[in-house]
RNA sequence: GCGUCUUUAGCUCAGUUGGUAGAGCACUACCUUGACGUGGUAGGGGUCAGAGGUUCGAGUCCUCUAAGACGCACCA
């Protein structure tokens, strides 16, 4: 036995993962006949570098994957990385913008391959540092989903999502942003509220300059590309107008006046502008009335030709010219301040542009359907229970087609194919070897790749081979579990589910555990910009990884957010060395323990006492990680090694070590509960667990990542001797408190008068004597003999506890002391009887309540007779 | 605007099918106890956001109000 004197993880954590992985113990079997437990983790982007929220996915899959294999399911946990398009694409160009270069200077080809350079350099980072959590993932199957066989998947699917016809090509309205020019999908839209203005203008009526219509909007600039304007049919203010004409300042244009029920007469004034070619409602109002969509902004977020005096310049400059010449036209009604909300790019915060251009698109409704029935045939399970599945329905009931397209250069490029000629297009992997019906034999590729999130939707079913129908496939699909953070809700997993379905015809998992956002102890998001980041590999560094795993789990309840400090990391350092600082006791005085000891027939009350709180935690431990609340895992750890484990049983055995008579078992005990508590900690924590386990001489297997998870033996669980025992310690808490109150250091003596428990007490007496400081025990029947007047007092239930202390005993402080004990007792007496006495309650109440409220009712009773008799006798004292 | 969630000790949070409240941290007092001061022992601290209702009985179920968080939609 070699332990430091101190908790010190950093001498063993990295060497232990190295036996570990370097041993194949993280690696599953394709072909075992043991049940199968799979899981994939949730990609990080390759350009990250670790942080809390990946600590908390890590400790929580690690947790559940461990615990699965030490229960002997054949277990896959499968890494991977995602390229993450925009985001990875973003790094490299602002890499390049500081040599003041963009992509476009290096051109596709290069571009493409700097990223790759990019990508192979982090990689390693974040992975060293996955491995570095203690993750126990199966190394050899990482996949990024752009090597060659995830592409070839990608494509697969591509072509024949386009061969059933749910994949189109259309010219829509999209979002743009112009800085990571880009079409995006809905979800990376965000909405964020901004002041604004509200700007009246004059239209002015086609052959009567004398009459206008007033319009309100927030983009006068677009002005430029207006095709109609429109009124509410209903509304009696512009029924002079319907069929009239207005003109568009600048550009001359005559459009006319529509009627739409769409427009809210109680709004601005009642008239609405339509720009269909850049605003999501004129659009479809556009698209319904046949109107023409006219572009007035181009990519780069310029005024194009369309926009004739305010060409090229940028859309600020263009409002603010647009204005000038209004007012100097006699145009501008005037401008109100006007909260709204404006569309940002969810990576780069560009305020989008709506823009009409060719994208590519994936008709979702079908597969949206499928994906609402998967779950409400509880064909998957949605952990923690609650709100999840609402927010999924809603989502999926008014999904719209998923824009697939980015134009960008990282990532799945479309395996699509344009005639050079006359541009029609195949859909195909490679460059298509049969001549266009036109004749042209060449073609080029289309330039767009596909939505990250296309190809992550496929993981399920890709990490374990897929297209291809390997044995791991068939063992590990679907995965038994997915877990991630619900703010992936609709990125991920409802896409995920669609296209199991879609291509497995299965769900891709079986349960959906989500877990909360870590924010910091003020509730905010961790940022770098706020400074408020806690770096998960500085607290490992400090505090170990162990403490930080542990640290995690014990906040992963059903809260939507976790708040993280410094502080509570702390605390949890101190667990971690208290079972260290335990370990040694355990080693130090086990030397010589009775090897040939049996669990199930102990001779000392308090061993089998420890025996049965371990299978009672073990049975609620299991009972908590079947549900996934690793905070309750993690509280019923820690409340069982320090607070009965070091607290009570390890003070116990002090006294039994000393006594030859007990000493062999009870350092068996301690050695075989020390042992099983590791393993039922080592998913969690399984670094310390590894590196104790090591040192246990009960140790069974070569690690404990092998061994067997512990189950509750029901057999092994005394009810009884679990109340006794709670008996027993509150008789040692009773006396403690006097002799605190009372200022009492020195050993004395004690008398009890228990019938219940006067033989527990009498065997115990040892034990007794020395948890409470005593000279004496003594056991009576009752209180004849005894000095009560010379003696203070004390009742638990069934035991009456005297002190006597003559020399310094003060009736006065007695009396109020026992005063304030009676309190709480005539109080609960009180309500007890009532309740009793109700016949609402004796007819409405089950008949286990009641007879819980009877034994109460005695117990308070008896309580209450004591000390009011005691407190009586004070006073006669005090006379 | 629609929907979901939260509100319990100074702080962070538990509280199972309704039986008048728990933990950790922090705080106070005492303890150089041969595993551990990153410790031990004993304490103090809560009208469970507010109002009303159902019930014999409500932190727990229902309604409303207030504050906060999130999602969706609208935004001329």
């Known amino acids: 036995m070699d332990l430091s004197a ?74 991977g990385t995602d390229h993450a398009g925009i985001a990875t694409q973003m790094v490299v160009e602002r890499e390049l913008m500081k040599e003041g270069k963009s992509r476009h200077d290096l051109g596709r080809e290069k571009f493409v391959e700097k990223i790759w350079e990019v990508k192979e350099r982090h990689h390693g980072i974040i992975a060293n540092q996955t491995k570095k959590m203690g993750a126990s993932l199966d190394w050899e199957r990482e996949r990024f989903t752009l090597d060659e066989k995830f592409s070839k998947a990608v494509n697969t699917v591509f072509l024949k999502l386009h061969e059933k016809g749910l994949i189109y090509r259309g010219e829509r309205l999209i979002s743009w942003c112009s800085r990571c020019s880009t079409a995006l999908s809905d979800l990376e839209v965000e909405q964020s509220p901004a002041k604004g203005k509200l700007y009246y203008m004059k239209y002015f009526v086609k052959g009567d300059p004398s009459q206008y219509v007033t319009v309100a909007t927030t983009r006068p600039e677009t002005l430029l590309g207006d095709t109609a304007v429109a009124v509410n049919p209903n509304d009696d203010r512009f029924k002079h107008l319907h069929g009239k004409k207005v003109i568009i300042p600048f550009v001359e244009r005559e459009v006319p006046i529509i009627l739409d029920e769409y427009v809210d007469m109680t709004f601005g004034t009642g008239c609405l502008k339509i720009t269909p070619a850049h605003d999501f409602n004129d659009y479809e109002i556009g698209q319904k009335h046949k109107l023409e969509a006219i572009t007035v902004i181009d990519k780069n977020g310029k005024m194009n030709n369309n926009a004739v005096q305010f060409k090229g310049l940028g859309v600020k400059e263009a409002r603010e010219k647009v204005l000038v010449e209004l007012e100097n036209r006699n145009a501008l009604e005037k401008i109100e301040d006007y909260a709204m909300t404006i569309s940002k790019c969810s990576r780069c915060e560009t305020v989008l542009e709506p823009l009409i251009s060719h994208q590519w698109f994936i008709k979702m409704e079908g597969m949206a359907k499928r994906a609402i029935d998967a779950v409400k045939e509880e064909k998957i399970k949605f952990y923690p229970k609650g709100w999840w599945e609402e927010t999924y329905y809603r989502w ?54 596909l939505d990250t999130w296309f190809s992550a939707a496929l993981w399920p ?99 939507r957010d976790i708040k993280l400090s410094e502080n509570s990391i702390e605390g949890y350092s101190h667990f971690m060395n208290k079972v260290w600082q335990a370990t040694k006791f355990v080693f130090i005085n086990a030397q010589g323990y009775d090897t040939k000891c049996d669990i199930k027939k102990l001779k000392y009350p308090l061993n089998k006492w420890i025996i049965s709180r371990l299978n009672s935690v073990s049975d609620v431990v299991n009972k908590k990680f079947d549900v996934y609340e690793l905070n309750d895992v993690s509280e019923s750890l820690y409340k069982f090694f320090w607070h009965e484990f070091c607290d009570w049983y390890i003070e116990f055995s002090k006294p039994m070590l000393a006594d030859e008579a007990s000493a062999g078992e009870t350092k068996y005990v301690l050695l075989y509960v020390h042992r099983e508590f590791l393993k039922l900690m080592h998913p969690i924590a399984p670094f310390i667990t590894e590196k104790l386990f090591q040192e246990n001489p009960l140790k069974d297997k070569e ?33 403690r408190h006097i002799k605190t109150i009372y200022g009492i250091n020195a050993k004395n003596d004690v008398i009890v008068v228990s019938a219940k428990y006067s033989k527990l007490i009498n065997d115990l007496s040892g034990p007794l004597l020395k948890l409470a400081t005593l000279k004496s025990l003594k056991v009576e029947k009752d209180t004849k003999g005894i000095d009560l007047a010379g003696c203070i007092r004390a009742v638990i239930p069934d035991v009456e506890i005297y002190l006597p202390a003559k020399e310094f005993i003060d009736f006065e402080k007695e009396k109020e002391r026992l005063k304030k004990k009676l309190e709480p007792v005539a109080v609960n007496l009180n309500m007890t009887s009532a309740k009793l006495k109700n016949e609402g309650f004796l007819a409405k109440a089950g008949p286990e309540v009641i007879e819980k409220e009877k034994g109460k009712l005695d117990e308070f009773t008896k309580m209450d007779k004591e000390l009011r008799d005691a407190i009586k006798m004070l006073e006669s004292c005090i006379k």
């Open 6 to 79: 101190k908790y010190t993880p950093q001498e063993f954590e990295k060497e232990i993962y190295k036996e570990w992985e370097s041993k194949g113990y993280f690696h599953g079997d394709d072909k075992s006949s043991k049940p199968p437990f799979s899981i994939v983790l949730p990609p990080p982007n390759v350009t990250g570098a670790l942080h809390m929220g990946h600590a908390l996915v890590l400790t929580i899959q690690d947790s559940i994957v461990r615990r699965k294999r030490m229960q002997g399911y054949n277990t896959v946990w499968f890494p």
């Open 396 to 449: 999926l009931e008014n999904i719209r087609d998923w824009c697939i397209s980015r134009q960008l250069w990282w990532g799945h490029r479309i395996p699509v194919w344009y005639c050079n000629d006359c541009k029609a297009y195949v859909v195909s992997e490679h460059h298509p070897v049969k001549p266009c019906n036109c004749g042209c034999p060449d073609y080029y590729q289309e330039n767009d790749v």
């Open 461 to 559: 079913f890709v990490a374990p081979g897929w297209p291809e129908k390997t044995d791991a496939l068939k063992t590990f699909y679907p995965n038994s579990l997915m877990e991630t953070g619900f703010d992936i809700i609709f990125f991920w997993v409802s896409r995920m589910i669609m296209f199991g379905l879609e291509f497995m015809d299965d769900v891709p998992f079986r349960e959906v555990l989500y877990h909360a956002m870590i924010r910091d102890e003020k509730g905010q998001k961790m940022s770098k910009t706020r400074g408020n980041v806690i770096d998960p590999l500085l607290v490992t560094d400090k505090y170990g990884v162990d403490t930080l795993r542990f640290t995690l789990a014990s906040m992963a309840g059903r809260a």
């Open 703 to 735: 690690t404990i990542m092998l061994d067997t998870y512990p189950e509750a033996n029901e057999k092994l669980i005394d009810k009884e001797i679990e109340n006794d025992l709670n008996t027993i310690q509150e008789l040692v808490s009773s006396i």
